[in-house]
């Protein structure tokens, strides 16, 4: 079975770039999670979705990020403009339902210089 | 506010020498406790749910015990393969998983 798809795996751009990071979540799953992963804060959320439906963004750190979730197998995030304190590595993760447990992606290392 | 707190932050291991990682969390009415394995350059990979005080799961080397107020990962004699950091997280119903920023575990041949 395919696991949680992110793309791309690495992303290195300039600040005041746009930057989007896009996830194909598991099928059949219901619930999408966007991460953001340092060494100083470990594994922080930054928004997740219940049935595509945005539920709590409240993690999201600005403006500058948005998040979208189409359809049922696929989001994005967005960072505009970007900065070199976005630098960091994003995860996506899936589960058939808030609370059980969730599938990762192997993630997006972004570096803004 | 939820919290979730992993101890200790490193620990580095000689093969065949068990230990335990612990995890300590305030969540008001848990209703999961999941620990994961994250290897360098991937995503968190999923090793076990416990949901009440008691209970127990174990998995080749790995075993996973719940109290009231923390959870431990057991390690039975690690081998190399066993390095990787160890994440926990909690779910009280009211807010997705809160993680721990985990223990990363080196185990020296």
């Known amino acids: 079975d395919a696991g949680v798809i992110q793309s791309p795996r690495h992303e290195v751009t300039e600040m005041g770039q746009e930057v989007t990071l896009r996830c194909k979540p598991i099928?059949?799953?219901?619930?999408l999670f966007w991460y953001r992963q340092t060494m100083m804060r470990g594994l922080e959320l930054l928004i997740y979705?219940?049935?595509?439906?945005?539920?709590?963004d409240s993690g999201m750190p600005e403006d500058r990020f948005s998040a979208k979730m189409p359809n049922a197998s696929f989001s994005t995030l967005k960072i505009q403009p970007s900065e070199p304190r976005d630098s960091a590595v994003y995860f996506c993760a899936s589960s058939p339902q808030a609370g059980q447990p969730q599938h990762f992606g192997d993630g997006t290392r972004l570096s803004i210089l | 506010e939820d919290q979730v707190t992993q101890s200790p932050e490193a620990l580095r291991l000689q093969e065949g020498e068990s230990s335990s990682l612990n995890c300590s969390y305030t969540?008001?009415?848990?209703?999961?406790l999941f620990w994961y394995r994250q290897d360098p350059g991937k995503g968190p990979e999923f090793l076990f749910t416990?949901?009440?005080a008691g209970e127990e799961k174990e998995k080749e080397r790995l075993k996973a015990t719940l109290t009231k107020k923390e959870s431990f990962l057991h390690i039975t004699a690690p081998k190399p393969e066993d390095s990787a950091t160890y994440l926990c997280a909690a779910y009280s119903g009211n807010t997705p998983l809160v993680f721990g920023k985990g223990t990363r575990l080196s185990v020296i041949a």
């Open positions: 416990l949901y009440s």
């Open positions: 969540v008001s009415g848990l209703r999961g």
């Open positions: 099928s059949g799953h219901n619930s």
């Open positions: 979705f219940n049935n595509n439906v945005p539920i709590d």
